[in-house]
């Protein structure tokens, strides 16, 4: 092998190994939709849900006392906890209240987004820096050739996140919940009649997507880049509502999408290490074009669809 192919193999691994490495917050974002989806609820406050996730995590971190070693995950269960409260809402406001989900869910994002500008501002001033979760070196597995560094060298967010995707698989195909789920969005008012309380599915559903939100916008600011900025997520909540789509609402393709979007959201920077003739500003607008194409190639997906997505629930209707 020349000194040219083992730079592009080891090139190659790299790129590999950053693919997985920035994943996560399309992952947890995207099964969380999912889950709220199959309930028959459509949440498009994901991003606001991130930016705030991302904010209380790193703001915590940097304010907890050192020492412990525990900062990263006091900063994980409060963007949890802040993820749920917006989850939370967004059920009150589109499951109790009925209003148009595609509105609340914009009304979230900007919520979300105003919020942890006004905090980011107010309490912090500056950038905000932290030390956030290390990579874990799996014993024996992270000195294997090639594999090794790709999986075996990640830390633990990359880890639970790919941990979560069969997880999440089976509890929608195999347990009595994700069949409640599945009834509730595909026919509430004959769920209802079966004893299936719709209004306590779609709320858990709802926050439980609002906490795995918060653990994505968490993943980018202290396990990602420990640090955070205004508007840092850039889309990426956008993004995983596009990737359920993409897949079908099953964890496994949105996974597969959200390896996908993270290949091409890091276009720019192997373009960059590779000397590529390409001008970094098309490389960045990747991931977006990207969306618009799954977007008109998920009409194909229409039949996979829940039969009452966005539809609220008024029991006794006809």
Same mark, same amino acid.
């Given at each position: 092998m020349t000194g040219s192919q083992m730079s592009m193999g080891s090139v190659l691994i790299e790129a590999l190994a950053l693919m997985l490495w920035a994943a996560p917050p399309y992952i947890?974002?995207?099964i969380g939709e999912i889950f709220a989806q199959r309930s028959g609820v459509l949440n498009l406050g994901v991003e606001g849900i991130m930016l705030m996730g991302a904010?209380?995590?790193?703001?915590?971190?940097?304010?907890?006392?050192?020492?412990?070693?525990?900062?990263?995950?006091?900063?994980?269960?409060?963007a949890m906890g802040v993820?749920? /409260?917006?989850?939370?809402?967004? #059920?009150?406001?589109?499951? %109790?209240?009925? !209003?148009? *989900?595609? $509105?609340?869910?914009?009304? =979230?994002?900007?919520?979300?987004?105003?919020?942890?500008? /006004?905090?980011?501002?107010?309490? #912090?001033?500056?950038?905000? %820096?932290?030390? !956030?979760? *290390?990579? $874990?070196?799996?014993?024996? =597995?992270?000195?294997?050739?090639?594999?090794?560094?790709? /999986?075996?060298?990640?830390?633990?967010?990359?880890?639970?996140a790919f941990a979560l995707v069969p997880i999440a698989w089976w509890v929608l195909n195999r347990t009595t919940w994700g069949l409640q789920i599945r009834a509730v969005g595909q026919n509430p008012k004959a769920a209802d009649a079966m004893g299936v309380n719709v209004t306590r599915v779609r709320y858990t559903t709802v926050i439980l997507g609002g906490i795995l939100a918060g653990v994505a916008g968490a993943s980018l600011s202290i396990a990602l880049t420990?640090?955070?900025?205004e508007n840092m997520t850039e889309g990426r909540g956008f993004i995983a509502v596009a990737l359920v789509y993409f897949g079908g609402w099953?964890?496994?393709?949105?996974?597969?999408g959200a390896l996908l979007f993270s290949l091409a959201n890091n276009l720019q920077i192997w373009a960059q290490i590779l000397n590529v003739p390409i001008q970094a500003n098309l490389l960045i607008m990747a991931p977006y074009?990207?969306?618009?194409?799954?977007?008109?190639?998920?009409?194909?997906?229409?039949?996979?669809e829940p039969a009452a997505l966005t539809k609220p629930f008024e029991r006794g209707e006809n």
């Open positions: 947890y974002a995207a904010f209380s995590a790193i703001y915590v971190v940097a304010d907890v006392p050192k020492g412990l070693g525990l900062e990263p995950i006091v900063g994980l269960l409060v993820g749920g /409260l917006m989850g939370l809402l967004m #059920a009150v406001v589109s499951v %109790t209240f009925k !209003g148009e *989900q595609g $509105i609340s869910g914009i009304g =979230l994002t900007l919520f979300g987004l105003g919020l942890s500008s /006004l905090l980011f501002k107010a309490l #912090a001033g500056g950038v905000i %820096t932290a030390t !956030g979760f *290390q990579r $874990i070196f799996i014993p024996v =597995l992270s000195d294997l050739p090639i594999i090794g560094k790709i /999986l075996f060298q990640q830390n633990i967010i990359v880890y639970a420990p640090i955070f900025q099953s964890p496994f393709r949105a996974m597969l074009v990207l969306t618009i194409v799954v977007l008109i190639f998920a009409r194909q997906r229409q039949n996979l």
